[in-house]
């Protein structure tokens, strides 16, 4: 490990150095390039300086040991030993978590998809509940969301909601929220009391950038048509509202919450270039499926990952089995210790696959 993290500390100081290039400085994208890079190399370097001095600590008082016989001194070393090895010790674990390979996606911005399942109109009120959650989730993270489509139901519920998410490590940390996440709740139109359990389907897609798809225009169908409200109330009067559908693979993207019919077809070309850039990575994946099963999320849609529990303000998700009691804040968007607990598992499956070449 040392080995590797003192090839990484020489790589950091390259790119520092490259960084302060005048020729560098006035190319733009290459400085954003290597300005990227060293960003995510910065914890290690912190976290490898802070165990290099910690090494050198416990070697200074181990010394101080040998050969010893002043009793004051030796209580002294010995006690420096005894605080700085835990110390060590833990800072060896986190660097370890550090050095696990990263998803090449995970620094993308983010295209999120919220469909409201089976439950009828409840389902509809609870996609628009995790959309307020995300929403405010990503503000509390400084990141910037933008919808990209919505169909409301009317009274509060949304059939589809489609929204971009930006900001660094957008996907790394929000990718494993893709599936099927079930609530249960009494309906305020429920007389009874009864409990019902309802569900909507999230998808969390890394934004392809330029470079990752290329679409053929010639491979579009582009409709247009009148933007329309819940029940059918003219939005405007123009024919505003795109469709772009994909031939090749007949996947589908509207676009109308935009006045310019501009605006709304770019909006869906990132939607659809975000979807097949998906669909390719999961074709990737499919060649290690073995590997897949133990992953913490696998992408698949139609996995069951989490379920809401309104009575006994109870979240549980079902891939770590972590339960949390404080559902009223989560909703509000206070949700990353649930997604560090996501992040941290799925690091430790990685460490413990990769863990001979650390």
Not at 10 to 33: A, H, M
Not at 291 to 310: A, C, H, K, L, P
Not at 313 to 321: E, V
Not at 329 to 353: F, H, M, P, Q, T
Request: with cysteine.
């Amino acid at each position: 490990m040392l080995d590797r993290l003192e090839s990484i500390n020489e790589n950091f100081k390259e790119l520092t150095d490259k960084l302060s290039n005048p020729k560098v400085i006035g190319n733009q994208s290459e400085f954003q390039r290597l300005a990227k890079r060293r960003a995510e190399l910065e914890p290690i370097i912190e976290a490898y300086h802070r165990y290099a001095e910690l090494l050198k600590r416990l070697d200074g008082a181990r010394q101080m040991l040998e050969g010893e016989t002043d009793p004051e001194i030796v209580e002294m070393a010995e006690l420096e030993v005894s605080e700085t090895e835990p110390e060590i010790e833990k800072l060896e674990k986190e660097l370890k978590l550090l050095l696990v390979p990263k998803d090449a996606d995970d620094s993308k911005n983010t295209i999120f998809e919220i469909r409201a399942g089976t439950g009828g109109e409840e389902a509809a009120l609870f996609a628009a509940v995790l959309y307020r959650m995300y929403s405010r989730y990503a503000e509390r993270q400084g990141w910037k969301c933008e919808l990209m489509s919505m169909s409301e139901t009317g009274i509060g519920g949304i059939k589809e909601v489609i929204f971009s998410v930006e900001g660094a490590g957008a996907f790394g940390r929000l990718k494993f929220e893709s599936g099927v996440h079930r609530v249960q709740r009494v309906p305020q139109t429920e007389a009874s009391g009864r409990v019902h359990t309802s569900a909507a389907t999230v998808a969390v897609l890394p934004e392809a950038e330029d470079v990752d798809v290329t679409i053929d225009e010639t491979e579009l169908r582009i409709d247009v048509f009148r933007s329309s409200g819940p029940g059918g109330q003219s939005v405007n009067t123009t024919d505003s509202a795109v469709r772009v559908t994909h031939l090749p693979t007949g996947i589908t993207v509207s676009c109308q919450d935009e006045k310019s019919q501009h605006k709304n077809k770019a909006k869906a070309l990132r939607v659809l270039k975000a979807r097949l850039f998906d669909n390719a990575r999961m074709q990737a994946d499919a060649v290690r499926a073995d590997n897949r099963r133990s992953q913490v999320g696998s992408g698949d849609r139609s996995e069951r990952i989490r379920t809401y529990n309104f009575p006994q303000q109870r979240l549980t998700d079902h891939r770590i089995n972590l339960t949390l009691y404080r559902l009223t804040e989560i909703i509000e968007g206070d949700i990353d210790d649930v997604i560090s607990a996501l992040v941290e598992a799925d690091n430790l499956r990685k460490l413990a696959e990769d863990g001979n070449h650390i």
